[in-house]
């Protein structure tokens, strides 16, 4: 975890010298136009160029103070947070609000370049508005979870989940959906709506991940099920003992023509997953020899 703070104190680093660059910018344009007389005149002239002025300082004073209150929020949260507890979502959700932000300040300041007084606007279109409203609901619905989800800690980025029959690792979350990856890399988008009304597993968060491995035996080797679970028993005590194995157990599955299949199942710490899965498929070998 130690590499994703240092990371995301990275991409804070850059975004504070993109912060440092638009206030230049910001006191360039607001101090050349008050302190030159020439600009003042320039301005004077055109009343047009003048309400774009006034409209650039207007987007770039906003922006600046929500890029600041973004800036703040998120060094305060990475001060605060030890290594183990930091979510990527949380800094997500900054940047989603902060978007959202910068937008509605995007098309206010539209409004002041074409002379258009904002509030006066917004309250000629009040019907309108309700009717945006309620036609858009489930996009408004969507965000809320959005938001809620980013603010949680039930999962982050890179974390391998269950939604439904969906199984794969989270590779975006945005405020309509989240982006997951499955095992044969196909990604599915889910509606954020539907992540918070069903079921949904963090498999990343488990102590242990139930491992599944199906055998087709030959009729000719003589197995007992009982025997298979007793061999395996023995050759995994010391991991049962560690609790690193569990529930450890075998079942017969599918009765064909010259084979009959059996899955074996287990239960494995996260930690030695791979290690324990080599370590299952090499026992069951070493017994299939031996008959």
């Known amino acids: 975890m130690e590499i994703q703070k240092s990371l995301l104190q990275t991409i804070e680093s850059k975004k504070k010298r993109v912060f440092i660059l638009k206030l230049v910018i910001y006191l360039l344009l607001l101090l050349g136009a008050r302190l ?23 987007l770039l004073g906003g922006n600046i103070l929500i890029s600041l209150a973004r800036l703040l929020t998120a060094r305060i949260y990475l001060r605060k947070s030890i290594d183990e507890k930091i979510h990527s979502n949380f800094l997500l959700g900054i ?8 937008s509605v300040v995007f098309v206010i300041a539209l409004m002041l370049a074409f002379d258009i007084r904002p509030l006066e606007f917004l309250t000629s279109l009040t019907i309108v508005a309700a009717a945006i409203a309620i036609l858009t609901k489930d996009y408004v619905n969507n965000i809320i979870n959005g938001l809620i989800i980013m603010f949680t800690d039930q999962f982050s980025l890179g974390d391998t989940i269950k939604i ?5 690792v989270i590779e975006d979350i945005t405020l309509l959906n989240v982006v997951i990856k499955k095992d044969d890399g196909y990604k599915t988008i889910i509606p954020n709506n539907l992540v ?6 963090n498999l990343s968060r488990l102590d242990h991940r139930k491992i599944d491995f199906h055998m087709e035996l030959p009729y000719h080797l003589k197995f007992n099920l009982a025997g298979i679970e007793s061999n395996l028993l023995a050759g995994f005590g010391k991991r049962i003992k560690e609790k690193e194995v569990a529930n450890i157990k075998v ?3 599918a009765i064909q023509k010259e084979v009959y299949t059996i899955k074996v199942s287990l239960e494995a710490a996260i930690h030695q997953e791979n290690e324990i899965k080599s370590e299952l498929h090499q026992h069951l ?3 299939v020899n031996e008959n």
């Open 36 to 58: 030159i007389p020439e600009i003042q005149d320039y301005l004077s002239r055109y009343p047009n160029l003048n309400s774009i002025h006034r409209a650039m300082l207007f």
């Open 196 to 201: 918070l009304g069903v079921q949904v597993t």
């Open 285 to 287: 070998l070493d017994l």
């Open 251 to 253: 079942e017969l599955v």
């Open 95 to 102: 940047a989603w609000i902060s978007n959202i932000l910068n």
């Open 164 to 168: 439904g029959e969906n199984t794969g």
